[in-house]
């Protein structure tokens, strides 16, 4: 089955302390992508990959970093969460110029 | 930054009724996209609508492009209380790399 995955799914962590949500797609997709998603601002892209070793800055990247090692895997990582980083994340892979599967998304709470 | 922005905010109906949702960009775009999202759950493509397209069909869903306007319109016919989702539009901008910029959706209410 086609599809995205995130992990987890849910978290709940302290300020400071290092994580790492992992998404995998199984479609041989270039373009991956990731957003979080907060109340009344809809989906903002933290970073994206247009390929393995091919990385760039969306439109929020601060406080994350990403890799692209292999094409399946594209980890966010978080250094030093902080608690405006609680939110809710979705990883999404596509060919390009084709619409984006999203994964189940990652709910991510920073106390 | 958001590109798009929809309209309304919120929109409660009837089952059986139509539902109509509007989207407005700010730049040129390859291509417009519909989605959908239930209840904190991941976002489900719905519709593309190329920007060189004025209107296309799938199954209820109806989607207009104005490009002079810079807007879209989704229209869902013959709503069910499964409609009941939040519904984005996404602007995949010319020059960009599959970057899609969403608006902050619409969030409809079918009820039984």
């Known amino acids: 089955e086609a599809q995205v995955t995130q992990n987890p799914r849910y978290l709940i962590t302290v300020t400071g302390k290092k994580l790492t949500v992992t998404c995998s797609q199984n479609?041989?997709?270039?373009?991956m992508s990731w957003y979080r998603q907060d109340p009344g601002l809809g989906l903002r892209q933290i970073y994206y990959?247009?390929?393995?070793?091919?990385?760039d800055k969306g439109d929020v990247p601060e406080g994350y970093k990403v890799s692209r090692k292999e094409k399946r895997n594209f980890p966010l990582i978080l250094e030093s969460p902080s608690p405006n980083q609680t939110s809710l994340y979705f990883c999404?892979?596509?060919?390009?110029?084709?619409?984006?599967?999203f994964g189940p998304g990652t709910r991510l709470t920073v106390l | 930054s958001q590109q798009g922005e929809e309209d309304p905010q919120a929109l409660s109906i009837q089952e059986g009724e139509n539902a109509t949702m509007n989207c407005s960009y700010k730049?040129?775009?390859?291509?417009l996209q519909w989605y959908r999202q239930n209840s904190g759950r991941g976002l489900v493509h719905l519709i593309l609508?190329?920007?060189?397209?004025r209107e296309k069909h799938s199954g209820r869903l109806r989607v207009t492009l104005d490009t002079s306007k810079k807007s879209s319109s989704l229209l869902i016919t013959a709503s069910r209380a499964a409609d009941t989702a939040s519904y984005f539009c996404?602007?995949?901008?010319?020059?960009?790399?599959?970057?899609?910029?969403f608006g902050a959706g619409t969030r409809l209410a079918v009820h039984p």
């Open positions: 999404a892979s596509s060919f390009p110029g084709t619409p984006q599967f």
């Open positions: 996404a602007t995949d901008s010319e020059g960009g790399y599959n970057k899609l910029i």
């Open positions: 730049t040129s775009i390859n291509n």
């Open positions: 479609m041989n997709h270039e373009y």
């Open positions: 990959s247009m390929n393995v070793e091919v990385t």
């Open positions: 609508i190329r920007s060189n397209e």
